[in-house]
């Protein structure tokens, strides 16, 4: 079955570097990528969606970028801020022709002054 | 514009009581899906309706039922509730519900089942 992997242990980063968070994925190869964010108790935010023609996507601060041949996707915030402290979640499209997701369980970010 | 809006936002139940949950999508949307997500996990997907028709079921048991009605609202009902149906029940809409769209998540519904 199809396995999303993500860094279990929070990443804790200074204030105006970089953060990258991973996101791999075996037993399958999803055509687009979505990635969110949770603050707790909240519902997750839509931050990026990326397909799989698409090696890299900028907002803002974001960057996505999409390997379909490591099956892995990476997640950057440069100049990150303490308002960034959250939980990112990588959901890659499943296979089937309609649209769900199937979540990492996350990684926790904490951006300190 | 709202986003996609769920109610209750948070309840108790016992065991063996059955609950409803319902979601009202964004406007325009004509797609709804339900996550149910356990602490520390990702949420899981359960259902998806597009245009009244589930188009898809995760590997949920029975006692999880779904439904979507004309105005694209939904209900997500969960019977002889167990304790590890605690959890937080996501509803999730997307434009068309297709392969691809961007899916735009509610706040949730905190069930605790005791």
């Known amino acids: 079955s199809q396995k999303i992997e993500q860094n279990s242990e929070a990443l804790n980063i200074q204030e105006g570097k970089t953060a990258t968070l991973t996101c791999n994925y075996t037993n399958y190869s999803p055509a687009y990528l979505q990635w969110y964010r949770q603050d707790p108790g909240r519902g997750p935010v839509f931050l990026l969606l990326?397909?799989?023609?698409?090696k890299e996507k900028r907002k803002e601060r974001l960057k996505v970028t999409f390997d379909t041949t490591l099956k892995q996707s990476l997640f950057h915030i440069t100049a990150s801020q303490p308002a960034d402290s959250a939980t990112y979640l990588c959901a890659p499209g499943a296979p089937g022709g309609y649209n769900k997701l199937i979540f990492g369980a996350g990684t926790r970010l904490a951006v300190h002054p | 514009d709202a986003g996609v809006t769920q109610s209750p936002t948070h309840l108790i139940k016992t065991r063996g009581q059955h609950v409803t949950l319902r979601c009202s999508p964004i406007s325009g949307h004509k797609s709804v899906s339900w996550y149910q997500q356990v602490l520390g996990q990702g949420p899981q997907f359960i259902f998806q309706y597009y245009e009244k028709e589930e188009r898809g079921r995760g590997n949920f048991p029975d006692r999880f039922s779904a439904r979507q009605f004309p105005n694209y609202s939904s209900e997500l009902n969960v019977n002889a509730l167990l304790l590890g149906d605690s959890a937080l029940y996501l509803c999730?809409?997307?434009?068309?519900?297709?392969?691809?769209?961007?899916?735009?998540f509610g706040e949730g519904s905190w069930l605790t089942v005791v």
């Open positions: 999730a809409s997307s434009s068309q519900g297709a392969w691809g769209d961007t899916i735009y």
């Open positions: 990326i397909r799989e023609n698409e």
